[in-house]
């Protein structure tokens, strides 16, 4: 069974940086979308950023000009460049993975903290 491995969370300074990783178990597979989702506690899981197809990218109101989605050239990889990070912005963030079929995929979740 294939899985997506996520990286790149931790506790960073309001105003600061992270870039998340996520990573398909099996190189051989080629995703068709691909988005990060976040939840934050005792809230529910919201999309913030997706690519699909040749690169149309999609972003929550909340995040727009401050994170960026991105892939790698074999479609096996996605990552979110966030920056200006707020508290708000606190929350555990999962990767979504689908490929023909359709087959849907979900990474463990990664935390990231933003605070002083």
């Known amino acids: 069974q294939a899985q997506l491995v996520e990286s790149g969370g931790g506790l960073v300074q309001p105003g600061g940086s992270l870039r998340l990783s996520c990573a398909a178990s099996k190189s051989n597979f080629a995703f068709t979308a691909m988005a990060w989702y976040r939840q934050a506690p005792g809230k529910q899981r919201e999309l913030v950023a997706s690519i699909v197809g040749g690169g149309t990218t999609n972003y929550a109101d909340s995040v727009k000009g401050r994170f960026s989605i991105s892939r790698n050239k074999a479609f096996n990889s996605v990552y979110l460049q966030m920056n200006s990070l707020k508290p708000e912005d606190t929350a555990v963030y999962y990767c979504?993975?689908?490929?023909?079929?359709?087959?849907?995929?979900w990474g463990q979740g990664i935390q990231v903290t933003v605070s002083p």
């Open positions: 979504r993975c689908v490929r023909s079929g359709p087959v849907e995929y």
